[in-house]
Each structure stands twice: as C-alpha cells, then as structure tokens.
C-alpha cells in the first residue's frame, strides 16, 4: 500500500515539476484532490500543523515577495505545505 501511494505521489510530483504556468494551477487542484483523498497524507499534514502552529500565522502574516523559512526540516516543510496550499 505504501509503495503503491509513493508511485502516485511521485507520479503526480513529476506531472507539476514538468507543467508550464499555463498548466501548473490546475495540476495543483488535481494534487490536492488525489492528497486529500488519502488519508495517510491528510495524517501527516494535520500532524505537521499541529507541531507547528505558527507556520500558518508565518505565512498569512508575511511581507509579500519575502521569502519564508523553517528553522527545522519539519518547519520549513510545514511552511512548505501552507504555501503551496495557498495557491
């Protein structure tokens, strides 16, 4: 199972590393629809916003075009999540 939802997540990794602008907005709808749609990715989301509240705070409240980071893996990769969340 974990194997079969690594390839999917990689699968649709490749697909928005490899979109031009036109097409990047909607493959992030599909990326967050197939995301959403599995609950082991939900898990972890909602895990690494509980052990980082302030991520949200971080970029909701952040200067426009400057750019935001974690001072761990585990906050960049939240702030990461909101970001991309976002668009």
């Keep these: 199972m974990i194997r079969n939802l690594r390839r999917k997540l990689q699968d649709r990794r490749s697909r928005l590393n490899s979109a031009d602008l036109t097409n990047f907005f909607v493959l992030t709808k599909q990326f967050f629809a197939f995301f959403d749609s599995e609950e082991i990715l939900r898990s972890i989301a909602r895990e ?8 949200s705070l971080d970029v909701d ?3 426009p075009g400057v750019a935001l980071y974690g001072l761990t893996e585990l906050d960049a990769a939240t702030v990461g999540y909101v970001v991309f969340r976002v668009l």
């Design 61 to 63: 409240h952040g200067e």
């Design 48 to 55: 690494m916003l509980a052990k980082c509240p302030g991520a």
